[in-house]
């Protein structure tokens, strides 16, 4: 049995716009995707050692002098209201504690940074292993970034280390290269003591240097803090 094909110009025309429709519709979904900016999210890992105490961040309308930690603290606040995604906070120290979970809860974020305090026992930051520790639990997390804020005082570099993880890494650092007198902890009574160095109160104080190093390691972006008025345009910075 014969089957009979009938051409229809007007049934050839419409399939032809149809299927140029659809090829300009993928076209330009594939455009899109080339530009479009998925939903981010950032991981806030915070210095509380001891060197973060020391006091010399100055504030653009005020008098008073903030510590390294206040004022990691309330970059990490301003970074959280300004910030359009998940965001998880780490504190380090000589180990790491996982702060928060990723979150979009603004207050509770906030809330959480202000609970960090400082560890006022031993001293130093295992800043090496604390990345890598981080960078190894969220590894499968995609489009993720982390934001390392210290004053780079650290244990020294171990021997070999190598970090090969894609994820990207902005080191904050905070302080001044004039520095500040060095905590050693409190007394029964509160009062502060402070390290000694050949009779004299240590200071601590910024080592570029040190900035430098870890910038390279990690392949990361490097910022500093002297005073609150760097916030701004560090955080612009970090969130184009």
């Not at 430098?212 to 184009?240: N, Q, R, V, W, Y």
């Amino acid at each position: 049995m014969k089957t009979l094909f009938f051409f229809s110009p007007r049934r050839s025309l419409f399939r032809f716009i149809f299927a140029l429709l659809g090829g300009i519709f993928l076209l330009f979904a594939w455009w899109q995707s080339l530009f479009s900016n998925p939903d981010r999210s950032a991981i806030l890992l915070i210095d509380n050692s001891l060197s973060m105490v020391v006091q010399d961040i100055s504030q653009r309308d005020s008098s008073t002098i903030l510590s390294r930690l206040d004022a990691a603290k309330k970059f990490s606040t301003q970074f959280i209201e300004k910030f359009s995604g998940e965001i998880a906070i780490s504190s380090f120290s000589r180990e790491i504690t996982i702060e928060s979970p990723f979150s979009d809860d603004k207050n509770f974020l906030k809330n959480v940074v202000s609970g960090i305090s400082a560890v006022i026992y031993g001293g130093g930051s295992d800043i090496f292993g604390s990345i890598q520790r981080i960078a190894e639990i969220y590894q499968n997390r995609s489009n993720t970034e982390i934001i390392v804020l210290t004053d780079a005082e650290f244990f020294e570099k171990p021997t070999n280390f190598s970090f090969s993880n894609r994820i990207k890494i902005t080191f904050v650092a905070i302080g001044t290269e004039q520095g500040g007198l060095m905590l050693q902890g409190y007394t029964a009574n509160g009062s502060p003591s402070y390290r000694q160095f050949n009779g004299e109160n240590a200071i601590s104080s910024l080592n570029k240097q040190s900035l430098a190093m870890l910038g390279e390691t990690f392949s990361a972006e490097t910022h500093i803090i002297a005073s609150d008025s760097d916030f701004e345009p560090i955080l612009a910075k970090i969130l184009s």
